[in-house]
């Protein structure tokens, strides 16, 4: 029988059951070979020579493809229709070749398909080709690249800023995209305007909403009201003149709102993060699996068309459940307009435009959800456009000295919009909505009563409690005869990237490829150089100083113009356009002279670099021609930067250890919650003492009292997890600053305290000195669900909990029971989902593999578990012991022979214990190694 190899088990489950019986399919679980994770892997002084080593765990797959290829030596690779997939080809044929489980001479034939159907597949069975040899040297020339960069340049991190880890091609660039938004938060000062807004109503008695754009006969601009008074001046002339405002124009405009095309790899990733918060790794697993049950065509794609064929069948599909006048006359076409777009495959879309979601079976909750978006998207890209009508009223007094302005639209014919609309990336205040019949030359007065319901019980000249849909910061004047509303506004800064709109920009910028977004995102998250908080990406400071040595020492590697060069050229590579050792030869040649200038850098040389560089935003000027960079406390040392231990950073005094100020790395402006560099004053307590909220290199903290010379050590506390520093106000902070609270005595003696330590909320009892002894038992610490627990928790309920975690102490206790069961490994063993301290995690005999944050315990599936077990053994070089040998059966002992006592054996001599070999990150991304 013909061997046929793909990827994973769930593809080749699939794929099996369409060929049948003359075939045997079998997996490779991904990549075979990879360079191994040390120097001299590329050999850059002869010709970028590349060392491949196949992995320990690819060892028994290549085997078992080898031992199948015995009966039958044909060989068919039916790996994934891209550049990896190529690639794994290629280092399958040359694995097999080198064990000789095929000839340099037999021929291997390649196979690929966009969708794992039984059309795809047969026809791509009937048409095999040759290994594409440009694009595996496309893969090599990358691979080649993304290690040069990793092994050269993150060693030259770890000497010159302690605690960073490491630097990749594409991550780096990334991570600066980050840390330049952030710098423009913390640069941004914001600006004060208002609106003017008035309630008006029709002749008939609907009311509707309208804005002052002209007062006096100049416009309205955002912001021409730049005060408080202003606004109420302008609020006076509308309320002024209620009774006399009349409609001068009405303008109706039809209007047109056309579908999006379907996804490519980044758009599917926006739009799951933004109608279900999903990472772009979650994301991509599910896509992974809803295309290896062949429910989808192939998920890494920067193209948006699609198939004729599937273009007919999406058409018959509407015309089917929505009826003929959903179908455009005319097929919809779409051109990818992104930056170094390839197109080389079909958009996203289901194999079957008829099944929906409830047709999956058995799939999990994620696949589901996004199968829908996919299904949606792929019909509505191919719908007639939604028909508008868009009303614009012009309102003026008699005088004409005011003019306010109304606009609404009516949605003639739903079109696309009956099955799917584009979520945003950031919430807009133009929304509009219906407005009543209106006609020019009617009269539009003010409306008598509520304004968003919030004026009822107001009077003239009042500003009342607001209620309802409106804001801090809104104001209202009223009339006797209706509401006039002004509202504060300030200019916001460029928001925080979240995951979807870093896609979003890496794609603008020609920076990565569909299959690199979700592993660069997740690698400056596993690295600690940025952290993901209420779905918005922020750096930590580790990150803050990894991007801005890069660009002090290595700025045309992490420019966004080189970096999208580079992809460019690499693309000509698989064209065929450009020798692929000639394009490492050029990009070596530079890089190498750039890490060795930085050979003879001092840490404090680098330091004092990125003070100056950093000066406007670490030591902003106070505006009284004080020296910024003069410590506030002892007014002797200058502040600069300093790194710790941990990777974070801070700026502290150059009197230390006499004087012990500190302070975070920040701006001038406000971080989450209003933290300022000096704190956010909360409140005082009963003693008049300051109790401020602030940011440390740990995170957020409370802090009674200042830090001074009489008081170096002030009381401070961490702020739970999950409490946020926008939600912390005077009584939630002295709450925290009188931890650990008494609770009372236990019954057998000894006191009863909770409080909030280092891995969460807790109870703690601590026994008495037994008498005659001189140490006190260790204490018992049992912990609580929640934060809120430790301020209520009795004293019957913690000594239930320590009683019970005593219990736990005297011998193993019970076995904690598996969450989910999984099924067997391949080596043998349950694979299953357990509970655990921190988190669940998947458990097979001694290994134990902590699930990512975004996926659900429920929701893992078998392939999922062998993915993360097998990389955690690989890592950690736990793999499947040889069973113990059996001892030799004891020969019975001659009756007649004396028993010798048994002479005493010299102690054995302690092997020496090995030396352990430098540990080094070798986590392989796709297209970007980190080291």
């Not at 002024?240 to 039809?254: I, Q």
Request: charged share 30%; hydrophobic share 35%; proline share 6%.
């Amino acid at each position: 029988m013909a061997v046929v190899v793909v990827e994973s088990p769930a593809k080749a489950k699939t794929i099996n059951k369409y060929l049948g019986k003359d075939f045997t399919v079998l997996a490779s679980y991904g990549h075979v070979r990879d360079l191994p994770p040390k120097d001299g892997s590329v050999d850059t002084e002869n010709g970028f020579e590349m060392i491949w080593e196949i992995d320990a765990k690819a060892q028994k797959h290549v085997r078992a493809i080898a031992d199948a290829l015995a009966d039958d030596p044909s060989l068919i690779l039916a790996t994934d229709p891209d550049r990896e997939g190529e690639a794994i080809s290629w280092h399958l044929q040359e694995a097999l070749r080198k064990r000789r489980a095929i000839k340099k001479d037999t021929p291997v034939k390649r196979v690929a398909f966009n969708a794992i159907t039984k059309t795809a597949i047969e026809a791509a069975m009937a048409a095999p080709r040759e290994i594409d040899m440009e694009l595996v040297e496309a893969y090599l020339a990358r691979r080649a690249l993304d290690y040069l960069v990793g092994f050269n340049l993150s060693p030259v991190l770890w000497r010159k800023l302690p605690g960073s880890r490491s630097a990749g091609r594409v991550q780096s660039v990334a991570l600066r995209l980050i840390v330049e938004r952030e710098m423009e938060i913390e640069a941004f000062k914001a600006r004060e305007y208002w609106s003017v807004r008035a309630m008006l109503k029709s002749p008939r008695g609907a009311e509707f909403e309208a804005r002052l754009t002209e007062l006096s006969g100049k416009k309205i601009e955002r912001m021409t009201l730049e005060t408080a008074t202003r606004a109420e001046m302008a609020a006076t002339a509308v309320a002024s003149r209620g009774g006399a405002l009349k409609v001068a124009s009405v303008e109706a405009k039809p209007g047109t709102r056309n579908p999006s095309p379907p996804f490519m790899t980044s758009t599917l990733q926006q739009e799951a993060s933004r109608k279900f918060g999903m990472g772009a790794q979650q994301a991509m697993r599910a896509a992974q699996r809803l295309y290896e049950a062949g429910h989808i065509t192939y998920m890494r794609t920067d193209g948006i068309d699609m198939a004729p064929e599937a273009v007919q069948a999406a058409r018959a599909a509407i015309s089917d459940r929505f009826g003929a006048r959903y179908v455009p006359e005319k097929p919809r076409i779409y051109k990818n307009k992104a930056k170094n777009a390839q197109e080389a495959h079909e958009c996203i879309r289901p194999t079957d435009m008829t099944r929906d979601a409830g047709g999956l079976g058995d799939m999990g909750a994620d696949e589901k959800r996004l199968y829908d978006l996919i299904w949606k998207r792929t019909l509505a890209s191919q719908m007639e456009a939604a028909k508008l009508e868009r009303t614009t009223v012009e309102i003026r007094s008699a005088d004409n000295e005011v003019g306010l302005r109304a606009t609404g639209q009516v949605i003639v014919f739903d079109g696309f919009i009956a099955i799917y609309e584009e979520g945003r990336d950031e919430p807009t205040d133009d929304e509009e909505g219906r407005l009543p019949a209106l006609s020019q030359g009617e009269a539009t007065p003010l409306a008598e009563g509520a304004f968003f319901g919030a004026f009822a019980k107001a009077t003239e000249g009042q500003t009342p409690k607001v209620e309802g849909p409106l804001t801090r910061g809104d104001n209202a004047m009223l009339s006797g005869e209706g509401a006039v509303l002004t509202q504060q506004h300030f200019t916001q800064p460029s928001a925080r990237y979240t995951e979807a709109t870093l896609v979003k920009r890496m794609e603008e910028l020609g920076i990565g490829r569909p299959s690199t977004y979700a592993s660069i995102i997740t690698t400056i998250q596993d690295r600690e150089y940025v952290r993901k908080d209420k779905n918005r990406l922020f750096p930590e400071d580790k990150g803050r100083l990894v991007t801005i040595f890069l660009e002090r020492y290595f700025q045309k590697y992490v420019s966004y113009d080189f970096t999208a060069k580079l992809e460019e050229n690499l693309d000509v590579v698989s064209d065929g356009g450009m020798d692929w050792k000639a394009l490492l030869a050029d990009f070596w040649g530079d890089f190498h002279a750039a890490i060795e200038d930085t050979a003879e850098l001092r840490i404090t040389e680098v330091l004092e670099t990125i003070n100056d560089v950093l000066a406007p935003h670490l030591f902003p000027d106070k505006g009284d021609g004080s020296d910024p960079r003069l410590c506030p406390n002892c007014g002797q040392g200058r502040l600069s930067l300093r790194t710790a231990r941990s990777g974070g950073a801070f700026i502290g005094c150059s009197a230390y250890p006499e004087c012990r100020y500190t302070r975070p790395m920040g701006g001038e402006g406000e971080g989450e919650g209003g933290i300022g560099p000096d704190g956010k004053l909360l409140g005082h307590n009963d003693e008049g003492q300051p109790v401020t909220l602030r940011t440390g290199r740990f995170g957020p903290y409370v802090q009674l009292g200042e830090l001074t010379e009489e008081n170096p050590k002030p009381k401070r506390a961490s702020l739970p997890k999950g409490l946020s520093p926008s939600d912390v106000e005077l009584r939630k902070a002295l709450d925290l600053l009188s931890l650990p609270r008494l609770i009372g005595e236990h019954p057998e003696g000894g006191k009863i305290e909770a409080g909030i330590g280092r891995y969460g909320p807790f109870v703690m009892h601590q026994p008495p000195t037994p008498e005659g002894e001189k140490k006190a038992p260790r204490p018992i610490y049992a912990n609580l669900k929640t934060a809120e627990e430790v301020f209520e928790v009795g004293i019957n309920r913690a000594v239930d909990l320590i009683a019970q975690k005593a219990a736990g102490r005297g011998g193993r206790g019970a076995a904690a029971e598996p969450l989910k069961k999984l099924g067997e490994h391949p080596d043998g063993g349950e694979l299953s989902v357990m509970p655990g301290r921190y988190g669940p995690y998947v458990k097979w005999e001694k290994v134990n593999a902590t699930l990512p944050k975004d996926v659900a315990p429920e929701d893992v599936t078998l392939e999922q578990a062998l993915e993360l077990v097998n990389a955690k053994a690989a890592k950690s070089g736990k793999g499947k012991k040889a069973p113990a040998k059996k001892p030799a059966a004891k020969k019975p002992a001659a009756k007649t022979a004396a028993k010798k006592p048994a002479a005493k054996k010299a102690p054995a001599r302690k092997a020496a214990p090995k030396k352990a070999a430098p540990k080094t990150d070798s986590a392989v991304d796709d297209d970007d190694v980190a080291f």
